[in-house]
C-alpha cells in the first residue's frame, strides 16, 4: 500500500482526471489524499465523492496584474509552508500535480523533503506550472506528439487524461429520460467548462426559439453563479414538445453527452477527453482569453483527428446554421462517431497507474519510514 497526494485543484478540468487517479489508486490498495481549492467549482464536484480524502489550500492563480501579482505571490507563500507540513504529516510514497496554482507549492516541498513527484499535463500546450515545475518532477505525462522543454526524454511518457468511472456511453433513450428531454427529438449540449461561457450562454438563449422550432432540444450548463436553473417548454414547427434546460451545473456528465446529437464547447481538454469516451460529435467554440490560447491548439486537434468541427468565437453569427447543418447529417454524425471511437483506443488510467506504482517503489520514496509499509 502506497500513500500519494495529489493536486488537482481551481478547474474541473483538473479535479476530474484527480478523482479519477484517486479512484483508481483505490481500487488498486492505495491510500489516496486530493488536494484542491477553495473555489465553489471544487466544492461543487468533490460532494460527490464522500469516500474520497479532500484538503483545501488557499490559493491564487497568476496574472501580470500588479496587485493580482501580489495576492498570487503571498498566496503561494502561505501554501507552500502549508503542503510543506502536511506533507510531513503525510509522509506520501509520491506527488502527482495536474497543473493549476495548487499544484506548485505541493511539488516544491515534495521535491525538498525527498518525495518523488509526477506531474500530468492534458492540453496541447503545456501551462505555466507544468513547465515551470517539469524540471523536478521525476515523470512528467504529456498529450501524445507534445514535447516539454528542460524535461528529460526519459522522465516523458506520453498518456491522455484519465477519466471517472461514471464517464462512460449510456443508452441514449435512458440518457434522455433522465435528463427529462423527449425521446425523439434531436438534443443540442452547450457546455461552456467548469466556469461556464457567457458568450455561449447568450447565443443559447438568443437562438432558442429558432432551435426548438428546427425540432432541437437544448441542454445549456451555464456555470456556477451564472443564473439559476430552468426549465422551458416549447414546440416545433411540426408541433413535437421541445425541452430546453439551463442548468448551473451537471454532476451527470455521461448522461448528458449521451443523451446528446451534438455537443457546442469550449476545448478544455478534459471536456475533449469525455466527449471521446461518451463518442459525442461538437462543434467547439476555444476560449479566446485561455493561457497561451491553448483550447485553440486542442480543437485543432480533435478538428483533424475527426471529432467534430471548430467555429471561432468572432463567428458565432453563423453558428446556427453550422448545428443545423451537422444536426440532421445522420451520415456525418456517424463519420464523427467512428472517429471518436477509434480516439479512445488507449487506456490512460491504466497506463498511468501503473508508471505511478513503479516510480514510487522503495527505494526512491522520500521516507525511510514508508518502505516497510509500501513493501508489505
Known amino acids: 500500500m502506497k500513500r500519494i497526494l495529489i493536486s488537482c485543484g481551481g478547474t474541473g478540468?483538473?479535479?476530474?482526471?484527480?478523482?479519477?487517479?484517486?479512484?483508481?489508486?483505490?481500487?488498486?490498495?492505495?491510500e489516496v489524499t486530493l488536494l484542491i481549492s477553495r473555489k465553489r467549482v471544487d466544492a461543487r464536484l468533490s460532494e460527490k465523492y464522500p469516500d474520497l480524502r479532500f484538503v483545501r489550500v488557499s490559493g491564487t492563480g497568476f496574472s501580470w496584474h500588479p496587485v493580482k501579482l501580489v495576492?498570487?505571490?503571498?498566496?503561494?507563500?502561505?501554501?507552500?509552508i502549508f503542503c510543506r507540513r502536511l506533507v510531513r504529516e503525510l509522509k506520501?510514497?509520491?506527488?502527482?500535480?495536474?497543473?493549476?496554482?495548487?499544484?506548485?507549492?505541493?511539488?516544491l516541498a515534495g521535491r525538498l523533503l525527498g518525495v518523488p513527484v509526477a506531474l500530468h499535463e492534458s492540453n496541447r500546450v503545456p501551462g505555466l506550472a507544468i513547465r515551470a515545475l517539469g524540471r523536478f518532477a521525476r515523470r512528467v505525462y504529456l498529450p501524445p506528439g507534445v514535447r516539454l522543454a528542460g524535461v528529460r526524454a526519459t522522465a516523458t511518457r506520453h498518456v491522455g487524461l484519465p477519466l471517472r468511472s461514471e464517464?462512460?456511453?449510456?443508452s441514449q433513450a435512458a440518457a434522455r429520460s433522465t435528463l427529462g428531454l423527449e425521446p425523439n427529438q434531436k438534443v443540442l449540449a452547450i457546455l461552456g467548462g467548469s466556469q461556464g461561457a457567457s458568450a455561449l450562454n447568450a447565443w443559447a438563449?438568443?437562438?432558442?426559439?429558432?432551435?426548438?422550432?428546427?425540432?432541437?432540444?437544448?441542454y445549456c450548463v451555464t456555470g456556477l453563479g451564472k443564473g439559476e436553473p430552468e426549465s422551458i417548454t416549447l414546440q416545433a414547427r411540426n408541433g413535437a414538445v421541445i425541452r430546453a434546460v439551463f442548468a448551473p451545473f451537471c454532476d451527470r456528465m455521461a448522461d448528458l453527452l449521451s443523451a446528446s446529437d451534438l455537443v457546442i464547447s469550449r476545448a478544455g481538454a478534459g471536456t475533449l477527453a469525455e466527449l471521446i469516451r461518451c463518442v459525442t460529435p461538437?462543434?467547439?467554440v476555444p476560449?479566446?482569453?485561455a493561457a497561451d490560447d491553448h483550447q485553440r491548439a486542442n480543437a485543432a486537434f480533435f478538428e483533424r483527428q475527426g471529432g467534430g468541427l471548430v467555429v471561432a468565437q468572432t463567428a458565432l453569427g453563423g453558428l446556427h446554421a453550422e448545428v443545423v447543418d451537422v444536426i440532421f447529417n445522420d451520415w456525418l454524425l456517424r463519420q464523427f462517431r467512428s472517429n471518436l471511437q477509434r480516439m479512445d483506443r488507449a487506456n490512460s488510467l491504466d497506463l498511468l497507474l501503473g508508471d505511478l506504482e513503479e516510480i514510487t517503489t522503495p527505494p526512491t520514496a522520500g521516507f525511510p519510514g514508508n518502505s516497510q509499509q509500501s513493501a508489505a
Open 167 to 170: 464517464m462512460v456511453r449510456l
Open 282 to 284: 461538437a462543434i467547439l
Open 205 to 218: 438563449r438568443r437562438e432558442l426559439p429558432a432551435l426548438a422550432a428546427e425540432g432541437i432540444q437544448v
Open 71 to 80: 495576492q498570487c505571490v503571498a498566496s503561494q507563500i502561505r501554501g507552500f
Open 92 to 107: 506520501p510514497d509520491g506527488i502527482v500535480g495536474f497543473g493549476g496554482f495548487t499544484s506548485a507549492p505541493v511539488v
Open 13 to 30: 478540468g483538473h479535479l476530474s482526471p484527480g478523482i479519477a487517479l484517486a479512484e483508481g489508486l483505490r481500487a488498486r490498495g492505495h
Open 287 to 289: 476560449y479566446p482569453q
